[in-house]
């Protein structure tokens, strides 16, 4: 069976791994599989994601659905609007932070809640199988230009208005987030100062990805600004990272440590991805949180499979009492009402927390078989006390200190994080690490 479906729905680079005929092909057997009805389409700013929204909406219309059109939106509006207008599935074309040239679909399901494993292998066996007949009635299209607006209202009547405004920054990558971020925490009497707010499909200010290097510019504005932090969007505005006013790039640890004492959950499961920080872990148990570790990109599957009261991967943030994605225009808006009752409470959280934590990106594909063996026998002199294979390899020391190995779901590269409290451990595990995939690839550094 061809596999489509990656980490987080099916990408890839514009007409090169990813064409129109695919993903008229892919949309076609979701429209089948999940029967005829109402689909919801959205698309971010790349050229090719209005092209393939296009595509789409065609193959929804072949097979007799009609389709509710959001137009360009976040993801997170997508998934909104996919709930509130009660459709049977919602498309959002994007391809999130992934760079320019690459294209992608992410599919969610009624609930708003990206498609589980299940439900992907289900439409991967019926694309292996010509079953569809065309249908005797075309689907039609409904422009709904109002989603915007009505989740930007329901998300401002999720909180107060500040008491204590904040100057907030907040970058936007040149994608949909610019649509939206800004104006919720306006709305909710911050001082806002839009960065990369305008909508572009070059991502001509900075790549989509947004990583401590391709925030450099941004961080280095923050001082000078004035601001009391800024926020940092990707491509679809799923993701959100930091920046504290200093200009520091705060851990995405600390963004979810902020986030968990916000919500407040009483008891409950807490599901965090393999790669998420140790410190996430501890502040979870401390609130008396059961914490469950789960694959990237799918903690949302295991939060309403568990019944679960949070989920988050680095820089990602789900909150079920509002929906089941992950939203990083919603947890803009949850993060600020705290730090505007809490002043300093950013600062006070970053000094409590003592975990090194690193991910770096290595534009090298291996065969994970091969990284393992050279990983396991590359770390063996650390002592290694446990192995865990549930998403890429795992290996953790005896001090705590831990090394992941994984392939991207969305681009050839592989990713290697680490963890230790002792900087100097943490410097040797990167080190180790990157020189483990080169190995495991026959790259030299």
Request: charged share 20%; with cysteine; aromatic share 8%.
């Amino acid at each position: 069976m061809t596999k489509a479906f990656g980490t987080a729905g099916v990408r890839g680079v514009f007409n090169h791994t990813q064409t129109p005929e695919q993903v008229y092909r892919l949309s076609e057997t979701i429209a089948f599989a999940f029967g005829r009805g109402k689909y919801g389409v959205g698309w971010d700013g790349r050229k090719a994601s209005a092209l393939l929204a296009k595509t789409v909406l065609s193959a929804l219309s072949a097979v007799g659905s009609d389709a509710s059109v959001f137009g360009l939106v976040p993801t997170p509006v997508l998934a909104f609007g996919t709930r509130s207008r009660s459709c049977t599935a919602g498309f959002a074309v994007t391809a999130s932070h992934n760079p320019p040239e690459f294209s992608g679909v992410k599919v969610f399901n009624r609930d708003g809640m990206e498609l589980p494993k299940s439900d992907e292998e289900r439409i991967e066996r019926a694309m292996a199988v010509d079953v569809m007949k065309p249908t005797g009635a075309f689907g039609q299209f409904v422009p709904d230009e109002w989603v915007i607006d009505d989740y930007i209202g329901a998300v401002v009547a999720r909180y107060p208005r500040a008491s204590q405004p904040l100057r907030i920054a907040v970058d936007c990558a040149g994608g949909p987030g610019g649509l939206a971020t800004p104006a919720i925490l306006k709305a909710l009497g911050h001082q806002v100062i839009p960065v990369n707010a305008q909508v572009s499909w070059r991502f001509s200010a900075r790549p989509p990805e947004p990583t401590a290097a391709n925030l450099s510019d941004f961080a280095s504005m923050l001082p000078t600004l004035g601001a009391d932090f800024g926020f940092a969007h990707d491509g679809d505005a799923d993701r959100l990272v930091m920046v504290d006013g200093s200009g520091r790039v705060v851990p995405d640890s600390i963004l979810t440590i902020l986030a968990l004492r916000a919500l407040g959950p009483a008891g409950g499961d807490a599901v965090i991805s393999e790669n998420t920080s140790s410190a996430v872990e501890e502040e979870a148990e401390r609130l008396g949180l059961r914490v469950k570790r789960s694959r990237v990109g799918k903690t949302f599957a295991v939060l309403a499979a568990e019944g679960g009261v949070f989920a988050a991967e680095p820089s990602k943030v789900v909150d079920p009492k509002w929906g089941l994605w992950e939203d990083g225009i919603n947890a803009a808006a949850l993060i600020s009402n705290l730090l505007s009752a809490e002043r300093g409470l950013l600062s006070r959280v970053v000094q409590e927390t003592h975990w090194g934590y690193r991910q770096t990106n290595l534009k090298i594909p291996v065969r994970m078989d091969v990284l393992a063996r050279e990983a396991k026998a590359s770390f063996s002199k650390f002592r290694i006390s446990e192995e865990r294979t549930l998403d890429g390899l795992k290996l953790v020391l005896g001090d705590g200190s831990w090394v992941m190995f994984r392939s991207s779901g969305t681009e050839p590269i592989t990713r290697v994080y680490c963890e230790s409290r002792d900087p100097v451990m943490l410097e040797s595990l990167v080190q180790l690490g990157t020189q483990c995939v080169q190995s495991s690839s026959g790259v030299r550094g």
